[in-house]
């Protein structure tokens, strides 16, 4: 196989099976180093299977893999000695201290007694975590917990560093902080790889998304690219008048030959649009027919809507329990 | 921005540090997991609950129950029956080395451990050998109450010192079977089930507590053949100094099989797991 020194992963038809359940069905991914690669999808979808195998953590039953050139399972330790995972569960022990957890792993990965203690008061200190240094986990709250998971991810700043769903059930306040640490560690030189069932932090953090639904990549590419794959994008219309709705939906059905849809707010329309030049002359021809506009918006087409696109199904895990 | 300003403080300069340390030997990785075990028990002392309390109980309720119906007179039982009683206790303890494999691979931190570049079996050993500082314990539980109780072995301290050390090994080689379980069974609970199954017709068809002699033929046999029987026979002999080099020979024999079996084995499932 060729090696690529300028990808961080790559793969090939990866497949993994739990008993009669292809959760990953064939897997290919080219994951340029550098940046934040995101897995979008939901629940079951077969990213956590996917970045335990990257990891080492799972043999592949079929398709090949490498992480910086190494082959994940031949050269199992050579990708161990270059990558870190935290997963979605706490992946400290929760029984002993956040201190006691950072000298651990630091006395494993070889540092001396008092290089780790060092190295565990200055990641403290970076996770603003002084406070609770000499507290058992277990009493940590959420937001701590993911900090001393990430902190006990980068006591050897990894190459590549996987983050199983970094963000889920966290504060907003201590989502941002975890969207500080990422943005810092690529800034820093680490490629990371995340996966998310929210658009949102795929949209804010990724720059590149590989939207995986059942086991399969169902879509590649930036988040413009992903957006633009859909369509050209969604018009957002509010009128000054809810009556004069009815009227507004013929107008736009008439003019641009595409479903209208009628949003909760009595006020508000949108469509989906594939050719924008339409739009001009929808707003002279709703002015001729004296129906005020308070708000008028052509934006591309939410990740949501990407999700919604290409998969049938949106990427909420609600919506998407029973089909796991 | 509060958040941005966390950010910037000190995360950047804690990223900044890119050596890697030269790879731990899995000698010192195997230590730092024994480390590990010492935190555990610093931190939730009530799991020397087993290894303090049972044996005071097992030794307490044997002697003064049974004592005087089995030998006579519970002074002269004890004498007899508190190497068996080691045995048993230590026994028991060492399915806690599998339940507490089996509770950690539920958590995060058992991916967190394999995923490091380090030397697989040193959480293994390293957990075998924090378990070896409570069989110890209980070791010393049992010797200790039973000076007070009476127990006078006329090997001495070396003939106490020497069998506590065979019980280790034997102990030690054990735990490889429960650590295999532990890595197959699903939960601390069914864990739990079957090395009861296993545990107590072994410690109660020997002769911890009564002479085979005693004993139908058939179920005489079935001693005889017992490992844990072979055991209680060379810790008695080295306690009370008699010659016992055969029953020795047996039980290293059996442990060299255990470890020789159930080592490669445990790894394998060690290595495989999910």
Redesign the interface.
Known sequence: MKRHSALAIESHELVKHFGKVRAVDGINLAVPTGGVYGFLGPNGAGKTTTI?ML?????PDSGTARVFGHEIVREA?AV??R???T??????????TGT?NLV??A??????RS?ARA?AI??L????LVDAARR?VKTYSGGMRRRI?IA?S?I??PDLLFLDEPTSELDP?SR??VW??V???V????TVLLTTQHLEEADQLADRIAVIDHGRIVAEGTSGELKASVGSGTLHIRLRNPDHRPQAEQLLTLNLGVPVFLKSDPAELSAHISEPERVTDLLSELSRSDIPVISFSFGQPSLDEVFLTLTGHHATADENKGAV | METQAFAEKGLRSALSTHTRPPRSSPLSASLIFWWRAMLKIKHIPEQMFDVTASPIMFLLMFTYLFGGALAGSTGEYLQFVLPGILVMTVAFITIYTGLGINSDIKKGIFDRFRSLPIWQPAFLVGALLGDTVRYTIASVVVVVLGLIMGFRPDGGAVGVLLSVLLLLVFSFSLSWVWIALGLVMRTPESLMAVSMIILFPLTFVSNVFVSPETMPVWLEALVDVNPITYLVTAIRGLMFDTTVAKEIGWVLLTCALLVTVFSPLTMYLYRKKR
């Open positions: 335990r990891a080492t953590l799972l043999r330790n161990r000695s990558v870190s995972l997963g979605q569960f706490a992946s400290v022990d929760e029984d002993l006691e651990l792993l006395r494993l990965l070889g540092y001396s290089q190295r200055e990641l200190e970076a996770f603003d058992q998971d006990a980068i050897v700043t306040y941002n902080q500080d640490i943005r810092t560690l800034t820093e030189g680490t």
